[in-house]
């Protein structure tokens, strides 16, 4: 099973919004509604910010939206602050009961 | 609120096994189900497995003739051990809770990590 991908970088100003891409298979996110998205900053453990495709756990800002079209997941970030200059990682459950992570993708905010 | 502790020895050797527990306060083990996911040097995650609080497991099958997930209910810990290893497991190790969400009443494994532990970084050389 092969990692999802995802694009190395994105950026964007304050204020901005930005779109961070997680492809995958039919055998994971294109039949999965278990896709998670994770914040993860230097030197801290990564935190939850989206499951099941669209859903926030409590806590994590309306400006973090999740989305999915096929095979591919997206992770939108609205109104970028500075604080969201992280790294990103998406996951999705698979047909085979595993869990599959992307590479993960580094926001800068200019 | 519930926090996850990963503990065991920073350096293992060539072709030894490396083992981790992770010790679970706040909460209860039970009724939870628990994962163990790596991270390497280039900042890659890897899920390991997933262990359920009647004990039965789901491992990575890249990984699963090498390691062994436990669960030791009594001590609310849970347990990594991960044989021959190489310089390519090297890694920060964190143990996580798997996360379940009941909108309306019913529950759901979201299958999504909510709580994790702050990792533990693991050498493999001699």
């Known amino acids: 099973q092969s990692a999802l991908t995802q694009p190395p970088s994105v950026s964007g100003s304050p204020g901005q919004s930005v779109t961070i891409s997680c492809t995958g298979t039919?055998?994971?996110?294109?039949?999965?509604?278990?896709v998670s998205w994770y914040q993860q900053s230097p030197g801290t453990a990564p935190k939850l910010i989206v499951y099941?495709?669209?859903n926030r756990p409590s806590g994590v800002p309306d400006r973090f939206s999740g989305s999915k079209s096929g095979n591919t997941a997206s992770l939108t970030i609205s109104r970028l602050q500075a604080e969201d200059d992280a790294d990103y990682y998406c996951?999705?459950?698979?047909?085979?009961?595993?869990?599959?992570f992307g590479g993960g993708t580094k926001l800068t905010v200019l | 609120q519930v926090q996850l502790q990963e503990s065991g020895p920073g350096l293992v050797k060539p072709s030894e096994t490396l083992s981790l527990t992770c010790t679970v306060s706040?909460?209860?083990?039970?009724?939870?189900?628990w994962s163990w996911i790596r991270q390497t040097p280039g900042k890659r995650l890897e899920w390991m497995g997933f262990?359920?609080?009647?004990?039965?497991?789901n491992y990575n099958p890249s990984l699963e003739r090498r390691v062994t997930i436990s669960i030791d209910t009594p001590k609310n810990q849970l347990s990594l051990k991960l044989a021959s290893v190489t310089a390519a497991d090297t890694a920060v190790y964190y143990c996580?809770?798997?996360?379940?969400?009941?909108?309306?009443?019913?529950?759901?494994?979201?299958?999504?990590?909510?709580?994790w532990g702050q990792g533990t970084l693991v050498a493999v050389s001699s």
């Open positions: 996580a809770r798997g996360a379940t969400y009941c909108p309306n009443g019913v529950c759901s494994k979201a299958r999504a990590f909510d709580v």
């Open positions: 706040g909460g209860s083990i039970s009724g939870s189900y």
């Open positions: 262990i359920y609080f009647s004990g039965s497991v």
């Open positions: 039919s055998n994971d996110v294109g039949n999965s509604n278990r």
């Open positions: 099941e495709v669209t």
């Open positions: 996951s999705s459950y698979s047909i085979s009961s595993t869990v599959l």
